[in-house]
Each structure stands twice: as structure tokens, then as C-alpha cells.
């Protein structure tokens, strides 16, 4: 049995809690905040503490917490003995060296409390200063996921950036075509059978292999249409740089 006590509770330590609570083999002895309050969802469900003091003794310390505060929290946990974790794609392993044992146990998905997730497919990014402390959170990872991958921390923070890239920045561009469709009153559900195709296509082919529209063809007629219809400079903007970006990685650019 993996003893985890878990620092942190938002989305990211919610759904770590559900995961490691479904599974066979791992026991969340204590959810850490300083907030009592951002501790409610787990009151009932094991013990809370708003006291770093207050940590039971443990395997794992898994802090799933803003990239800010983790040099801070780790700082106050250096006289554990457990292995000393964060979640964070992008704050290195070393943001942790005044603990004696550290790692990073970094779930690449994207993480709302009202969505559920498949664990299972979720791919977790491991590193650790030992090989016995990185196979510990390997133990961890794959009692409830199948995809567990040993990635260095320069290695995870460009993983980060693509995340960025494929993740949030789409998801934004999904908010403008939506706006776009409310002001004119058309149903958004529409697009949602072409988000799911281009999602798709990418499973089994290279995107720069399947990237289709006027960019691509240089379109010049139904790029300056699309333009004349933005209502928003910021969105004009936006449109002008990734047709401009396209265009450029593709050789298109005239």
C-alpha cells in the first residue's frame, strides 16, 4: 500500500484524489490546504489539515500546487522522510533540492472539477533524483493509468509548451468561433462534429500533414471576407497571425 498525503485542492489534486481513492493499492491518508474552507469536497472522505505541521507520515507528498508556491511549501517539508513530489509541467526538479528525496509526477490532461476523466488514459511524466524513488511513483502511476513515461525536467517544460499550444490556445480559438456563432445567432453545436474530425485525423497522422483552409491555399479572396466580417481588432489580430503562420511553416507566404 502507497501512503499519499496530498497538498493542495484544486482541480488537479480532485481529480488525483478520485483517481488514487478508485484504486487498488494507494491510501490518501490527508489532504493538505491552507484554506479550511477550499477543503470541504474532502471532509468527509479522509482526514484535512490547514497545518504543514500537522502532516501524518507518509510515502509520498504530492503537491498538487500553483508554480509559485512550490519551492515555498516543498522548503517546509525537507525534514520529511517520504519522497517530496509536485505536479507541475513546468517548474523543474530542482525547485525541490533541500528535500532529500524528490520528484515529479506530472499528469498531462486538462483538468476541470465538474469534468470527469479517464484515468487510465491519462499519460503521467515521472522524475525523480533516485531510481528507487522513480520507480516508487512508476508503482503509483500505473495503478491507475497505463502511460507512464520517465521525462527529465528540460524535457517536460517543452512538453508543457506543446500542451499550451494544442490545449489552451485551441480551446481559446474555440471560444471565438463561439462568440462568433452567438452574435449571429448560429447553434455552436454545428462546428462541434469538425472539432472532433480535426481532432481525430491527428491521432493517426502528423497535423502538418492534414492542415486544410484558405491559409493553406493561400485563399486571398476568402481571407480578406473573413477579415471584413471580424468585428474585433484583437480577433483580426489573431486571424492575421496564424494565417500568417501557416502559410510561413508551409512555404505558402507570397
Given amino acids: 500500500m502507497i501512503e499519499v498525503v496530498l497538498l493542495g485542492s484544486g482541480n488537479v489534486a480532485t481529480h488525483l484524489f ?11 491518508k490527508q489532504v493538505y490546504n491552507h484554506s479550511k474552507n477550499s477543503l470541504a469536497y474532502f471532509q468527509n472522505k479522509t482526514e ?5 505541521s500537522e502532516l ?3 510515502d509520498i507528498y504530492l503537491m498538487a500546487l500553483k508554480d509559485d508556491v512550490i519551492p515555498t511549501v516543498a522548503a517546509q517539508l525537507q525534514d520529511k522522510q517520504g519522497l517530496i513530489v509536485h505536479t507541475s509541467g513546468s517548474v ?13 509526477l506530472y499528469p498531462l490532461q486538462t483538468f476541470s472539477k465538474e469534468n470527469e476523466v479517464i484515468y487510465s488514459e491519462i499519460p503521467f511524466c515521472l522524475e525523480a533524483n533516485t531510481p528507487e524513488d522513480l520507480q516508487l511513483l512508476k508503482s503509483l502511476a500505473e495503478m491507475i493509468s497505463g502511460k507512464a513515461y520517465e521525462i527529465n525536467s ?6 508543457h509548451l506543446s500542451a499550451v499550444f494544442v490545449c489552451n490556445f485551441v480551446n481559446h480559438l474555440y471560444a471565438v468561433g463561439e ?10 453545436d454545428i462546428l462541434k462534429p469538425l ?3 480535426t481532432a481525430r485525423k491527428v491521432q493517426n497522422a502528423s497535423p502538418a500533414k492534414v492542415q486544410t483552409g484558405p491559409a493553406i491555399r493561400n485563399d486571398q479572396s476568402t481571407i480578406k471576407g473573413h477579415l471584413e466580417l471580424l468585428e474585433s481588432n484583437e480577433n483580426k489580430k489573431i486571424y492575421e497571425l496564424l494565417t500568417s ?5 508551409h512555404g505558402k507566404k507570397l
Fill in 18 to 28: 478520485k483517481a488514487f481513492s478508485a484504486a487498488e493499492g494507494i491510501h490518501v
Fill in 48 to 52: 484535512i489539515t490547514t497545518q504543514i
Fill in 56 to 58: 501524518f507520515e507518509a
Fill in 92 to 104: 523543474a526538479l530542482e525547485a525541490l533540492n533541500g528535500c532529500k528525496r524528490k520528484g515529479v
Fill in 154 to 159: 528540460q524535457q517536460r517544460r517543452k512538453l
Fill in 179 to 188: 462568440q462568433i456563432c452567438q452574435k449571429s445567432e448560429i447553434p455552436f
Fill in 195 to 197: 472539432i472532433a474530425e
Fill in 245 to 249: 503562420a501557416i502559410q510561413t511553416f
